[in-house]
């Protein structure tokens, strides 16, 4: 356990340098960089397979890294160290609740390990129970509880050791949407409260944008980008990165021209330009992809700058608006109409501005 | 539905083990007279038991039974959690769960049998101990004793012990022995606080299938004890061997008392937590 006076120095929460883990061949985790600030809700954004759960492992203890450079939690050299040595507690997918202790006695685990005396355990375990709206649920046996009760017992669990970093492994999966959604904004009411530091795991982008200070977003092993929840939805660097945060329509081609940070892009249906956002500054004849968000589609006579004929082959009715799916030189296209009027025909012209695309490599 | 087949089952339980007990008790209070029951109740049976030396048989085996248990409760707990945890090939999983069900392909009586050879004054481990100059007399309590008895029943009786705890052990899941680690526990913690009240339906399994079987085994008492070793089983066997059904019947129905205390025991020791492992299995 760290001393108060360790706790107030000035190193992050959690810092890990080149870390790898190899299973066999299988690079789990492929030299990643991963540092969290205190009192950061930082989220591990990636497909299963992307490695968040191996890091996430790792950081726990419960896996060690094949190499390294550094393995720091609240500035403690915790390399090697097993799980309960660690200054770190796990919100597991599935809770991990004890079935055979109630539900305060699986509260204040941590505390009766730490030798922390019944009386006090009790009160601090009730008033963690209190914290997450479980007031009066001291007793209760695990089995009687709903599933947003568990994830809410396995919270406080988890924060009532107080630990450097905690961990959330895809916390929310398990809940139905609706108990998901209050979920999401009870953790980051919790996590401002507390002024703790939050990994949070998902593979929702909807949960990375709405709950996250910073998202790192991975794939195979490796990060493939991070920043700011706003930097990941709207200057994705890569084909990948573009796609996983939700962009519909991504138009391979390749690159005519680069200037001013607008890149212009050569496609079956024309030159398209749009915002690069790429890591590196392209070069002329390089493969790239255009990115259009449907929302930013427009439909019908207004002629704009960029923009070509689609024809239209599915009208879904979403109630706020109407999915609109087309037959284009470059391919399908989905778009957004907010009123019937736009699609009174068959074909449709479909443009934009060239502000609203932006321009990434098409690999990497 | 429910009732239907609650109604059938304590029917069917009832013809199959309430009236055979029930007629062990009575027949135990019953007197023989020229091989058949003289009418009236008596208690003669029951003085018989303690007269004739077999109240000691009951205790021995009851020593000889519990002993073994505990040696193999000891054996199988850390068996059952290495193969039920740290073993993550299925392959390697199957082919041990296999290898402890080869003893069940060859009868009782030709593997008890292998060991005189080993324990005999003239066998294997004396033949050894004598080469190498460890003792200059054979030890001749290494058969025929106590010893030999406790020795061939303990391989009989491991996987009655350790596949009943392997499941339970099986059952639990991972995340919850890893959350126990997360929040601090060190090993024997996790083994303590989580791991063992978990399997403890597998472990009250375990030590029920191999206890009680042991009571009634004759097979290797008659074969490594020699004679020397008289246990239960033999005893109730001569008993009806000679027709004398009052006290055969008073045996059992002695043992059968001293069971049910036992269990009583447990329950009142362990009921609540039991209970509460129960419990906690509803999702």
């Known amino acids: ?59 726990a203890g419960l896996d060690h890294p094949t190499s390294v450079a550094a393995l720091r939690i609240g500035g403690k050299d915790v390399l090697g160290l097993p799980p309960h040595k660690r200054n770190v507690t796990t919100v597991f997918q599935h809770y991990g609740l004890f079935p055979h202790m109630s539900v305060g006695q699986n509260v204040e685990y941590g505390l009766k ?45 988890s924060i009532l050791t107080e630990p450097d970093v905690l961990l959330l492994d895809e916390p929310l999966g398990a809940l139905d949407e609706r108990l998901r959604l209050d979920m999401q904004i009870e953790l980051v009411e919790l996590q401002r409260r507390l002024g703790m530091t939050f990994v949070f795991i998902t593979h929702s982008q909807e949960e990375a944008l709405t709950m996250s200070d910073r998202v790192i977003l991975m794939r195979g092993g490796r990060i493939a980008q991070e920043g700011t929840p706003r930097d990941l939805f709207e200057r994705p660097c890569s084909r990948f990165a573009g796609s996983f945060m939700g962009v519909e329509n991504i138009i391979g081609g390749t690159v005519a021209s680069f200037a001013d940070g607008m890149a212009g892009i050569a496609t079956p249906a024309g030159i398209f330009h749009g915002l690069w956002t790429g890591a590196a500054a392209p070069h002329v004849g390089q493969s790239a992809a255009l990115l259009l968000r449907a929302e930013k589609l427009r439909l019908g006579a207004t002629a704009s700058a960029d923009g070509f004929e689609g024809r239209i082959t599915a009208r879904i009715y ?40 932006r321009c990434v490599p098409a690999e990497g | 539905m429910l009732r239907t087949t609650l109604i059938l089952f304590i029917a069917v339980w009832a013809v199959f083990v309430v009236v055979p007990v029930a007629l062990l008790a009575v027949w135990s209070f019953l007197e023989m007279k020229d091989y058949s029951f003289s009418p009236g109740l008596s208690t003669a049976a029951y003085a018989a038991v303690f007269d004739s ?23 199988a707990l850390p068996f059952a959690l290495w193969l039920a945890k740290a073993v993550r090939s299925s392959l390697l999983k199957a082919m041990v769960l296999a290898l402890l069900t080869v003893p069940f392909f060859v009868s009782l009586a030709s593997r008890t049998i292998v060991w005189r050879s080993v ?123 000679v027709l004398n059904y009052p006290v055969a019947a008073a045996l059992s129905t002695l043992v059968l008392g001293i069971l049910a205390a036992l269990f009583l025991a447990l329950r009142l020791i362990g009921g609540g937590s039991i209970a509460a492992v129960f419990e906690g299995m509803k999702r």
């Open chain 1, 113 to 157: 390990l730490r030798g922390v005396g019944a009386s006090e355990r009790r009160s601090r375990a009730e008033a963690a129970l209190a914290t997450v709206r479980l007031t009066g649920k001291y007793d209760r046996r695990i089995h009687q509880l709903s599933g947003g009760e568990r994830q809410r017992v396995a919270l406080a669990r």
């Open chain 1, 1 to 59: 356990m760290p001393s108060r006076a360790d706790k107030a120095n000035d190193a992050p929460a959690l810092e890990i340098i080149r870390a790898s883990r190899h299973f066999g061949s299988v690079r789990g985790l492929d030299d990643v960089t991963v540092t969290a600030a205190r009192g950061e809700f930082l989220t591990i954004l990636g497909q299963s397979g992307s490695g968040k759960t191996t890091l996430l492992r790792i950081i």
């Open chain 2, 119 to 241: 324990l005999s004054r003239s066998g294997l481990v004396n033949t050894a101990l004598l080469h190498f100059g460890i003792i200059e007399q054979p030890i001749d309590w290494l058969l025929f004793s106590e010893f030999s008895v406790h020795l061939g029943l303990l391989a009989p009786s491991f996987p009655t012990m350790v596949l009943p705890i392997f499941l339970s052990i099986s059952l639990i899941d991972d995340e919850l022995i890893e959350a126990a680690r997360d929040l601090g526990a060190p090993p024997a913690k996790v083994l303590g606080d989580v791991i063992l009240p978990l399997a403890l339906p597998g472990i009250i399994a375990g030590l029920i299938f191999t206890f009680v079987p042991l009571l009634g085994e004759t097979v290797v008492p008659q074969l490594l004890g020699g004679g020397r070793v008289s246990m239960l089983g033999a005893s109730i066997t001569s008993l009806l061997q």
């Open chain 2, 53 to 75: 030396g077999r109240y000691e048989v009951t205790l021995r085996t009851l020593r000889i039974a519990g002993l073994v248990t505990a040696i193999e409760l000891g054996l």
């Open chain 1, 318 to 357: 979403k109630g706020k608006y109407i999915d609109v799916s087309m037959d284009t030189p470059v391919g399908p296209i989905h778009a957004r109409a907010w009123t019937d009027d736009d699609l009174a025909s068959e074909t449709v012209r479909i443009g934009w501005s060239a502000g609203d695309a």
